[in-house]
């Protein structure tokens, strides 16, 4: 535990460094992401039902709010 302390103190004055790794988390998540997407979120595609609509719905919502704040759009939009 004391050595994530001390990469985050020595990342607190290299803005680079701190973007570059934060940078990899996103790619990590984008990448598990993918993998659960390939895989229905895992859930069998004949068993599909309402709650899991409403699952992916919230999803789909989350993202959109991710996407419409880097992209500039919908509520965003400049």
Do not use: C
């Not at 535990?1 to 103190?9: D, I, S, V, W, Y």
């Not at 020595?10 to 460094?17: E, F, G, R, T």
């Not at 934060?22 to 659960?36: N, P, S």
């Not at 899991?52 to 919908?74: C, P, R, S």
């Amino acid at each position: 535990m004391k050595r994530r302390t001390n990469r985050k103190a020595s990342q607190k004055h290299d803005p680079l460094a701190t973007f570059i790794a934060l940078k990899m988390e996103i790619d990590e998540q984008l990448a598990r992401l993918t993998q659960a997407s390939d895989d229905h979120f895992h859930k069998d595609p004949d068993r599909i039902n309402w709650p899991d609509v409403g699952d992916i719905e919230h999803y789909n919502a989350q993202l959109k709010e991710l996407t419409d704040q880097i992209f500039k759009e919908g509520e965003y939009a400049e």
